[in-house]
């Protein structure tokens, strides 16, 4: 069973960056694709970014595309997401969160990941 467990997050101000890293024990962690979620106060959580096993396909939620950039090294076991150009609304505990099942980012339902970290705080002020 993989554990993750996120770090980095803070609070910056809007046009800020950060960079978030969840890093991956007791587990085979090379093999599954990851993603990022994020859950704002009253919010359901939501997809940021994923990555494939290799690091070499990647998607990304609209809102966060071209400001945000997922990455891993599996060398590491940590996956990294860093923000640029922050905004209020981005405002949210992060989540890094494992798919056991496949090594390509095929959904992004939170409920098709599994081994959820406990979250990091990012606050992002205007």
């Known amino acids: 069973q993989v554990q993750l467990v996120e770090s980095g997050g803070g609070l910056v101000q809007a046009g800020g960056s950060l960079r978030l890293s969840c890093a991956a024990s007791?587990?085979?962690?090379?093999?599954?694709?990851l993603g990022w979620f994020r859950q704002a106060p009253g919010k359901e959580r939501e997809f940021v970014a994923g990555?494939?096993?290799?690091?070499?396909?990647?998607s990304y939620a609209t809102s966060v595309k071209d400001r945000f950039t997922i990455s891993r090294d599996n060398a590491k076991n940590t996956v990294y997401l860093q923000m640029n150009s922050l905004k209020p609304e981005d405002t949210a505990i992060y989540y890094c969160?494992?798919?056991?099942?496949?090594?390509?980012?095929?959904?992004?339902?939170?409920?098709?990941?599994?081994?959820w970290g406990q979250g990091t705080q990012v606050t992002v002020s205007s």
């Open positions: 007791g587990g085979v962690f090379s093999r599954y694709a």
């Open positions: 990555v494939s096993w290799s690091g070499g396909a990647r």
């Open positions: 969160a494992i798919d056991p099942r496949n090594a390509y980012i095929t959904g992004i339902a939170p409920s098709s990941f599994g081994s």
